[in-house]
């Protein structure tokens, strides 16, 4: 069955252009779902596993993740393992963007239970049209409801 609240998407980017961009491109697609946008890997951590200054755990739910992988304070990899692990956080949907492509760290997210990886075009251009093409991807995409016990 479809989830009928809606979902807030996390992005997760230490890059403030790089995240503006996303969001925008995800807007002109008619994305009209909550967005956050989370600048390192601490805060990060801090709001998807309810610690410091979110120990309250008081966020949305369900959530989507758009996670770079080269963040300061805490490695998005690290992030992504201890998402994937958790029994609140595992079937939040993750897609790493991000700048690598290196096949090692393509093979290591998938192994830790990403659902989608995509490197980002240097250009511009190419860049704004992969998040045009994310964002018709997110307007379509079905997501796993918040489960109580998790």
């Known amino acids: 069955m479809a ?3 809606p979902v807030t998407i996390v992005i997760i980017e230490d890059d403030a252009g790089h995240a503006r961009l996303i969001e925008k491109n995800i807007r002109r697609c008619n ?6 946008i989370l ?6 951590s801090d709001y998807l596993f309810c ?3 979110c120990a309250d755990g008081a966020h949305p739910t369900p959530l989507m993740v758009l996670l770079d992988l080269k963040l300061p304070k805490v490695h998005g990899l690290q992030i992504l ?14 897609v790493v963007l991000t700048s690598t492509d290196d096949k090692r760290e393509v ?5 830790l239970g990403c659902n989608v990886f995509i490197t980002k075009p240097l250009d511009y251009e190419q860049f ?9 991807f997110l307007s379509v995409v079905t ?3 918040e489960d109580e016990d998790r």
């Open 3 to 5: 989830n009928p609240e």
């Open 31 to 36: 994305i009209t779902n909550n967005v956050l």
């Open 128 to 136: 704004s049209e992969a998040i045009r093409k994310l964002g018709l």
């Open 107 to 111: 093979d290591r997210c998938y192994e």
């Open 39 to 44: 600048k390192d890997g601490r805060e990060a």
């Open 81 to 94: 393992e201890r998402m994937k692990a958790g029994r609140r956080t595992r079937s939040t949907p993750v």
């Open 143 to 145: 997501l796993p409801g």
């Open 51 to 53: 610690e410091g200054e």
